[in-house]
């Protein structure tokens, strides 16, 4: 028996409605007149959902691959450009009835250091995005809504005065989404440079729809730990995992990730 509309947006959801937080938009801008890159490709799987109470229930299996590239750069010591584009596809199980799923998208955007010293740094940046989304087989290219937005307030301290080998950053933030419900976010980070080639970090990412999709609430908290290997002062490159730890309505997710970045 075929799921109903209802369910098929929930299921949707569950991929597309909560986005997630950025894995390394820092709090500290980039240096006036260069330019950093970052290449990321992802791949996930849903096996089970976080229902309204918290616990977890056994669905149909959702895979996801996304690749997305963004980019830095410094107008000066206060101001920052920001540009990305990324694809998204999913593959949805057969009771879904709509196969694969697929998103485009694209974004501008600015950040703007508020107040900084030695050792720390407040920022402010936002951005809008266009998308655009397609179906298959039934072909569907309503999904996606209007340009959706973000302004996000970003906090970073570092120990590299002191000669401590951390960092830590908190990001707030609240993304309207068109046609999806709004979001707010509050993503963590953590670093630890174990030489100074090699730096661990542990990510915390959590959002919370703010308005309702078809009378439901939805929240995910996801996990993030990773390790950076620098080959140069100019090219690292990044490889991690995630899982959705906590959540409400939404998938639980596990996946993997890689990044290579390089700042020009």
């Known amino acids: 028996?075929?799921?109903?509309?209802?369910?098929?947006?929930?299921?949707?959801?569950?991929?597309?409605?909560?986005?997630?937080?950025?894995?390394?938009?820092?709090?500290?801008?980039?240096?006036?007149?260069?330019?950093?890159?970052?290449?990321?490709?992802?791949?996930?799987?849903?096996?089970?959902?976080?229902i309204g109470d918290g616990s977890t229930i056994r669905t149909g299996r959702f895979i996801k691959q996304e690749i997305k590239i963004e980019a830095e750069h410094g107008l000066n010591r206060d101001f920052a450009l920001l540009a990305g584009v990324r694809g998204v596809g999913a593959r949805l199980p057969p009771e879904a009835g709509t196969m694969y799923v697929g998103?485009?998208?694209?974004?501008?955007?600015?950040?703007?250091?508020?107040?900084?010293?030695?050792?720390?740094?407040?920022?402010?940046?936002?951005?809008?995005?266009?998308?655009?989304?397609?179906?298959?087989?039934?072909?569907?290219?309503?999904?996606?809504?209007?340009?959706?937005?973000?302004?996000?307030?970003?906090?970073?301290?570092?120990?590299g005065s002191r000669g401590w080998p951390i960092f830590l950053e908190a990001q707030l933030a609240y993304r309207w989404r068109g046609s999806w419900p709004n979001e707010a976010h509050l993503d963590l980070t953590a670093g630890v440079y174990a030489s100074p080639r090699v730096l661990f970090l542990l990510q915390s990412f959590n959002a919370v729809a703010v308005t309702q999709l078809d009378g439901t609430r939805l929240r995910r908290h996801k996990l993030q730990p990773s390790?950076?290997?620098?080959?140069?002062?100019?090219?690292?490159?990044?490889?991690?995992?995630?899982?959705?730890?906590?959540?409400?309505?939404?998938?639980?997710?596990r996946g993997a990730l890689i990044s290579l970045w390089y700042k020009l």
């Open 1 to 50: 028996m075929g799921w109903s509309l209802g369910r098929r947006v929930f299921a949707f959801a569950g991929f597309f409605c909560l986005a997630p937080g950025d894995s390394r938009a820092g709090a500290w801008l980039t240096e006036a007149s260069r330019t950093q890159l970052i290449f990321t490709a992802k791949a996930l799987d849903v096996r089970r959902q976080f």
């Open 103 to 159: 998103v485009a998208a694209i974004r501008a955007g600015a950040k703007a250091r508020l107040w900084s010293n030695a050792d720390a740094v407040i920022s402010l940046q936002g951005w809008a995005e266009a998308s655009r989304s397609l179906s298959y087989p039934e072909r569907i290219k309503s999904w996606s809504g209007p340009v959706e937005g973000e302004i996000r307030l970003n906090g970073g301290l570092s120990g």
């Open 227 to 253: 390790v950076v290997y620098a080959f140069s002062d100019s090219f690292s490159l990044q490889l991690g995992v995630f899982a959705t730890v906590a959540g409400a309505n939404v998938g639980r997710e």
